[in-house]
């Protein structure tokens, strides 16, 4: 590995004496926090701007020794083709760093490399350095391509399971999502679209939906605002779950998630939505399809049952819709 403190100190002597100090402040160099134009203006009385250009004519006059140091820029570009030509910037950085030096050199050495470009922090991805222009429109395609995958299957998928569809090898991949705002991984590992709340949830009601979806059962508004934490109420945990469609209540105080297949609405008006859907039935098939529905006792459906203003007996004894 390279001495990347040390490669900093030759480039830097080659220029003026408050040049030097005004790249080495500007970019943080030998462990020291990056300095803001306007912090070094006040202290040289000169402009922001004035500090802008002393320290990109420093840059450029140190660019021009880059071609002492081929084996460094060599090493970087190698670096960056195993990841398919782009690296988040934090990524790339430690990658680089295995000496445990100065990052800020590093980053400052990148700024002075003619074959890397730094794209900005963004709306849809994270600072990174590409090599070439089309290293980014190729993750952009791969990532939209995940985008769709997630979409369609609507469900959270490990690393292993996007690489098999995906055109490109493993590593390429994980720099293309790695970079990306829009499919985010969550602390298990598994990754799904930024506004799902597997992976951002917010509020009681998503942290609820997660804790449903990892019990895989139906839950008690107590157990649920057990799991919240010890700061959660029980009552708002209950009155949540009541206003979101997401939730069914399928006994006293019990949710159950609509994705499961239960259907909302008192016992009468499951009743009702089973003889829809499946035609005249009699009682005791009626009673296993609410059991698997709500969690009522046998009488509670029988007395249903006998409400004519929405169920009639059918001269076989069976029951149907009114």
Same mark, same amino acid.
């Given at each position: 590995?390279?001495?990347?403190?040390?490669?900093?100190?030759?480039?830097?002597?080659?220029?003026?004496?408050?040049?030097?100090?005004?790249?080495?402040?500007?970019?943080?160099?030998?462990?020291?926090?990056?300095?803001?134009?306007?912090?070094?203006?006040?202290?040289? #009385? +000169?402009?922001? &701007?004035?500090?802008?250009?002393?320290? @990109? *004519?420093?840059?450029?006059? /140190?660019? $021009? !020794?880059? =071609?002492?140091?081929?084996?460094?820029?060599?090493?970087?570009?190698?670096?960056?083709?195993?990841?398919?030509?782009?690296?988040?910037?934090?990524?790339?950085?430690?990658?680089?760093?295995?000496?445990?030096?100065?990052?800020?050199?590093?980053?400052?050495?990148?700024?002075?490399?003619?074959?890397?470009?730094?794209?900005?922090?963004?709306?849809?991805?994270?600072?990174?350095?590409?090599?070439?222009?089309?290293?980014?429109?190729?993750?952009?395609?791969?990532?939209?391509?995940?985008?769709?995958?997630?979409?369609?299957?609507?469900?959270?998928?490990?690393?292993?399971?996007?690489?098999?569809?995906?055109?490109?090898?493993?590593?390429?991949?994980?720099?293309?999502?790695?970079?990306?705002?829009?499919?985010?991984?969550?602390?298990?590992?598994?990754?799904?679209? #930024? +506004?799902?709340? &597997?992976?951002?949830?917010?509020?009681? @009601? *998503?942290?609820?939906?997660? /804790?449903? $979806? !990892?019990? =895989?059962?139906?839950?008690?508004?107590?157990?649920?605002?057990?799991?919240?934490?010890?700061?959660?109420?029980?009552?708002?945990?209950?009155?949540?779950?009541?206003?979101?469609?997401?939730?069914?209540?399928?006994?006293?105080?019990?949710?159950?998630?609509?994705?499961?297949?239960?259907?909302?609405?008192?016992?009468?008006?499951?009743?009702?939505?089973?003889?829809?859907?499946?035609?005249?039935?009699?009682?005791?098939?009626?009673?296993?399809?609410?059991?698997?529905?709500?969690?009522?006792?046998?009488?509670?459906?029988?007395?249903?049952?006998?409400?004519?203003?929405?169920?009639?007996?059918?001269?076989?004894?069976?029951?149907?819709?009114?």
């Amino acid at each position: 590995m390279f001495e990347y403190n040390k490669i900093c100190e030759e480039l830097l002597a080659l220029l003026p004496g408050r040049t030097k100090k005004i790249v080495s402040r500007r970019f943080g160099l030998f462990n020291k926090e990056r300095e803001t134009l306007e912090f070094i203006g006040k202290e040289y #009385n +000169i402009t922001r &701007e004035r500090v802008r250009q002393i320290g @990109k *004519d420093g840059v450029r006059q /140190i660019k $021009k !020794k880059v =071609g002492d140091y081929k084996e460094v820029f060599s090493f970087f570009d190698k670096e960056i083709d195993k990841f398919g030509g782009l690296k988040k910037e934090d990524s790339f950085v430690n990658i680089l760093n295995k000496n445990n030096e100065c990052e800020n050199c590093i980053v400052f050495l990148l700024n002075i490399s003619n074959s890397l470009s730094r794209i900005s922090e963004n709306e849809n991805y994270y600072s990174l350095w590409i090599k070439e222009k089309d290293s980014l429109k190729k993750a952009q395609k791969e990532i939209e391509k995940v985008v769709k995958r997630l979409k369609k299957e609507n469900k959270l998928l490990s690393f292993s399971e996007l690489l098999e569809k995906a055109d490109v090898p493993e590593d390429f991949l994980y720099s293309y999502l790695e970079i990306s705002k829009r499919v985010v991984q969550n602390k298990e590992g598994l990754f799904g679209i #930024n +506004i799902w709340p &597997e992976i951002n949830p917010k509020g009681i @009601k *998503d942290k609820a939906y997660l /804790i449903f $979806k !990892k019990a =895989g059962k139906p839950l008690h508004f107590r157990e649920v605002s057990s799991s919240l934490g010890k700061n959660a109420n029980p009552q708002t945990t209950h009155n949540e779950l009541i206003k979101d469609s997401r939730f069914v209540l399928v006994g006293r105080g019990v949710y159950a998630l609509r994705e499961w297949g239960y259907m909302p609405g008192e016992v009468k008006e499951v009743i009702r939505e089973i003889l829809k859907k499946e035609g005249a039935l009699d009682k005791k098939d009626i009673i296993i399809q609410v059991e698997r529905q709500r969690i009522v006792k046998k009488n509670t459906i029988i007395q249903n049952l006998s409400n004519k203003k929405y169920f009639i007996r059918t001269p076989d004894g069976k029951y149907t819709v009114a």
